[in-house]
């Protein structure tokens, strides 16, 4: 599964039954507004605030998408650099590691 996937290991069944059992003994306070989940698309209730939805994402995994779509055209166009049409220039040897030459014409 998933956990073993990334190097983690799955906690015991009983470990998982103690935890369900003491779940079922919390008392909520009385006027809580309860949270439900959505299994299927429930239009206009699924966008509520107290809707957990497996299809709602954070904005950090969306960003991650996005940057890694970018980073995947940047591997493109670096792989599509070749030396023959003179677009690298290969520099080495004495001089080109300090900066103040970095932006020297080769």
Not at 52 to 59: H, T
Not at 74 to 100: D, E, M, R
């Amino acid at each position: 599964g998933v956990v073993e996937e990334f190097g983690f290991t799955a906690n015991p069944t009983s470990v998982k039954t103690r935890t369900l059992a003491a779940a079922a003994t919390i008392v909520y306070p009385p006027g809580m507004t309860s949270f439900i989940e959505e299994t299927d698309t429930s239009p206009i209730i699924g966008m509520g605030d107290n809707v957990i939805s497996g299809k709602r994402i954070a904005f950090d995994d969306y960003q991650r998408d996005v940057m890694a779509a970018q980073i995947a055209t940047l591997q493109a166009t670096v792989s599509g650099l070749t030396h023959s049409g003179g677009i690298l220039t290969q520099l080495h040897g004495s001089g080109t590691t300090n900066p103040k030459n970095w932006f020297a014409k080769a």
